[in-house]
């Protein structure tokens, strides 16, 4: 009988599990599909929430102790698995039109290297390829980019040269609770018993609503489009107006993301294709004469105040939520996983825990 289960496969439950075996917990994670199927597979992977400035204390804590996670852990991987993750120095293009002072002082408080630029030449000096729309905004040069779907394959294989048990295509249908404490979980094949049960399910995990607290987690969609091009054809990301463009090494380009709130939904729509393609042509007018190799959707898990469950459940003694990192998944994902491992340890958190409680978000 394993100490904790993980519910969910993804980075935030593959990154939890693994830090807790780390730790000397023996942990047992279940997928309903396979491992980072999901929005850890459809996401943009940029190191750094989307302008960072509009969010809360409790955010910026973690991304900032993520960023500095980063490169030893993806070099970790690469040396367990052979599988590398991508980690690129990109920096980040940000365009804005005001507030450039307020975006400073944050800059400044967090330790971030930040600098405000409204000179076109100096701007086409960090990137070449960008169009008459980025015109100034802050440039941020140390924000790196992980390629998503090559960390969570790493992180699997990780597991594998670890021997951490996992269980693909194994949906947990029901949380097992009695006399208000969490004993296990019930699938469809079969039930898996534990002391402690971790929900890490993503957009799903309001779905264990075991008691009246409930774990207020919604799907939030977002569709994105890849070029094909070469590589260094674009060096930087940029970011305007929530669509960003991620360059990777080998020539492909990313341009997202739509944000579109209706449930668990995760077709492509041309309209969705004509939007993103318009914004990534206004930032790079050089996407206009390339080819756009595929479309796809993920559900990210939003949450009301855009701060993530990091917590022991309100009213159940062994279950604990992480979930709700909305688009910081990857980004909060490292820095999350160790302070869960805190709070189910019952050691003293890295940082304090108490925004990331669910009497805090309610």
Same mark, same amino acid.
Do not use: C, Q, T
């Given at each position: 009988m394993p100490d904790c289960i993980i519910v969910g496969g993804g980075a935030i439950g593959l990154l939890t599990a693994r830090q807790l075996f780390l730790q000397g917990v023996d942990v047992l994670l279940? #997928?309903?599909?396979p491992l980072g199927g999901e929005s850890s597979w459809a996401g943009g992977g940029i190191i750094s929430p989307l302008y960072p400035w509009r969010y809360a204390d409790s955010v910026?804590?973690?991304?900032?102790?993520?960023?500095?996670?980063y490169p030893e852990l993806v070099q970790t991987l690469f040396e367990e698995s052979g599988s590398d993750c991508e980690l690129i120095d990109s920096g980040l293009f940000t365009v804005v039109n005001e507030g450039e002072q307020d975006i400073l002082n944050w800059a400044k408080k967090w330790s971030v290297d930040a600098s405000y630029i409204d000179d076109v030449n100096v701007i086409h000096d960090i990137e070449e390829s960008v169009g008459e729309a980025v015109d100034k905004g802050i440039w941020m040069p140390d924000i790196k980019q992980v390629r998503n779907p090559?960390?969570?394959?790493?992180?699997?294989?990780?597991?594998?040269?670890?021997?951490?048990p996992y269980l693909e295509g194994t949906e947990v249908e029901e949380i097992i609770v009695e006399n208000g404490k969490v004993s296990g979980v019930r699938t469809s094949q079969k039930s898996f018993f534990a002391d402690k049960v971790i929900i890490a399910s993503g957009a799903w995990s309001a779905q264990f609503s075991v008691t009246q607290t409930s774990v207020d987690v919604l799907p939030v969609k977002g569709q994105m489009i890849?070029?094909?091009? #070469?590589?260094?054809?674009?060096?930087?990301?940029?970011?305007?107006e929530g669509h960003y463009i991620?360059?990777?090494?080998?020539?492909?380009?990313?341009?997202g993301s739509t944000l579109e709130k209706i449930g668990?939904?995760?077709?492509?729509?041309? #309209?969705?294709?004509?939007?993103?393609?318009?914004?990534?042509?206004?930032?790079?007018?050089?996407?206009?004469?390339l080819s756009i190799e595929r479309q796809w959707a993920g559900l990210r898990p939003g949450t009301e105040k855009g701060i993530p469950y990091i917590c022991?459940?309100?009213?159940? #003694?062994?279950?604990?939520?992480?979930?709700?990192?909305?688009?910081?998944?990857?980004?909060?994902?490292?820095?999350s996983a160790e302070l869960m491992a805190d709070i189910v340890l019952g050691g003293q958190p890295w940082c304090d825990a108490a925004p990331y409680t669910m009497h805090a978000q309610h």
């Open positions: 279940l #997928e309903k599909g910026n804590v973690l991304a900032e102790r993520s960023k500095k996670i090559k960390l969570v394959k790493a992180l699997k294989a990780s597991f594998d040269h670890r021997s951490i890849m070029y094909k091009g #070469e590589p260094d054809l674009v060096k930087r990301m940029i970011l305007s991620i360059p990777r090494r080998d020539g492909r380009i990313l341009a668990f939904d995760k077709s492509v729509s041309s #309209e969705a294709l004509e939007e993103l393609h318009h914004a990534a042509v206004e930032l790079v007018p050089l996407l206009e004469g022991h459940h309100d009213d159940v #003694e062994g279950l604990y939520v992480h979930a709700g990192h909305f688009r910081n998944g990857i980004v909060l994902g490292a820095a």
